[in-house]
């Protein structure tokens, strides 16, 4: 930030006393900060009937005690467009109870370039919650979303050095994390790290997935109670004609009860593996499944289904599995091209599946975490 823009006021807005809508006072505002400005939210409840566009650049929107209401199910989100702007702090309450597929319909639209979102709560909502639209260079860092009716939080259309880390996902009508590439966007989402979340009870969706990607990892992350579909998935469907996956890191995550409650929300399980790849008609290559415990699995421990080839699945730790524990089920690779090696179940070590290496090496370097952004921590409140 430039010492002219420190030397900026701070502004501040402060909710209504009557709790009459505020949508045109706070667009108003957002559209007369200078770049590099700070505008304070005011702690109390603002109403918000359409969604609301943050363009300009290096400005922070703070809003700790602030919480903002949305009333309009179909317009609702707040777009972080600006270059370098920040969403720090804030409560976001959605609405709706039918599930919408619009940009206007999500709680954030983050579309600009090093754009940071950050300590933000999310309760509700007729989409998804953070949903990263062709953003680049973007931190979507410690915070809550929870009950939406899409994605919790979802990366898509070609965004690139995204940082999603430290946030909890719960109870969502859909993967929980994703990142997604269409073909029919004509871009493919790469450079995605996703670190050190705690993802839980979804009613439909996968905890945490990569369908059409490329450089992702997904690390340290713990998925709990995923209760129809896996809890972490690599891969291309046809379904939605997204594009291959590769070069994903799947690594040190805990991943536990998938697909293994008596929940009954009317919705059939998947019957698929707490960990798993699939492709077809397309490919996912060059992953490497490493260093997980995964545990309490309805179905399988760990599948590889379709066109998958150039993939390790090597030191997870399982236990309680009602399935297969590492099940192949993948055509037209040599043993060369699949390594499954230094897995146990239950402490004792598994026997390499038939078709796969125990000493071929197998490349898969996931995220470049050197080029993604730096996160500014000092905007946040210390808890």
Known sequence: MSRKSQMLPVVTVAPTANGGDQTDALQAAFDALQPGQRLVLAPGSYSVSRSLTVAKADVVISGYGATLVATNPGDQTIVMSGSGSTLVGVTLIGTGTTRLVTREST???????????????????ASAGIFVYGGTNVAIVNNTVRSTLADGIHTTYGSTNVLVQGNTVTGTGDDLIAVVSYQADGRISSNVLIDHNSVSGNYWGRGIAVVGGQAVTISDNTVDGVQKASGILVAQEASWNTYN????????????????????????????AAIRLSAWPGTVSSVDVKDNRVSNSGYSGFQAEGNICQFSVTGNVFSSIAGAVVS?????????????????????ALVSPVGASTSATIWAGGALTTTLPTVRWSLMQTK
């Open 328 to 348: 192949l089920l993948q055509s037209g690779c040599t043993p060369s091209q699949v390594v499954a090696t230094g897995n146990t179940l239950g402490g004792v």
């Open 107 to 125: 709680k954030v639209e983050v579309t600009g370039t090093g754009v940071q979102v950050l300590d933000v709560k999310i309760q509700g909502g």
């Open 245 to 272: 996956a590769t070069n994903v890191v799947v690594s040190n995550n805990t991943v536990s009860n998938i697909q293994n409650s008596n929940v009954n929300n009317g919705l059939q399980p998947t019957q698929l």
